[in-house]
């Protein structure tokens, strides 16, 4: 059974730091490709940032350059999401994507002050 469970969202304040987790099981995990996905209330889903199976190249989406940070640990099956300098607009559901198969529930990420 392929599960991707997110966790580490949650309420934080105007220029803080948040770090999501994804734990994958079920499938090979480093043979796929990760990425961060959001969607905030009234939008379409987008990308955030994306990881090559073996970790040594990553690309992101413009609002999250020199900001976020994806990392992954094909030993423990994670892939994270270290966000620095969060702004009200990054409030989305944030979701883990096994590219191009599986998606997560999705974990609620609030920036408000």
């Known amino acids: 059974q392929v599960e991707l469970v997110e966790s580490g969202g949650g309420l934080v304040q105007p220029g803080g730091s948040l770090r999501l987790s994804c734990a994958a099981s079920?499938?090979?995990?480093?043979?796929?490709?990760m990425g961060w996905y959001r969607q905030a209330p009234g939008k379409e889903r987008e990308m955030v940032a994306g990881?090559?199976?073996?970790?040594?190249?990553?690309n992101y989406a413009n609002f999250a350059k020199g900001r976020f940070t994806i990392s992954r640990d094909n030993f423990k099956n994670m892939v994270y999401l270290q966000m620095n300098a969060l702004e009200p607009e990054d409030t989305a559901l944030y979701y883990c994507h096994a590219w191009p198969d599986f998606w997560g529930q999705g974990i609620q990420v609030t920036v408000s002050s």
């Open positions: 079920g499938f090979i995990f480093s043979n796929y490709i």
């Open positions: 990881i090559t199976a073996a970790g040594d190249s990553t």
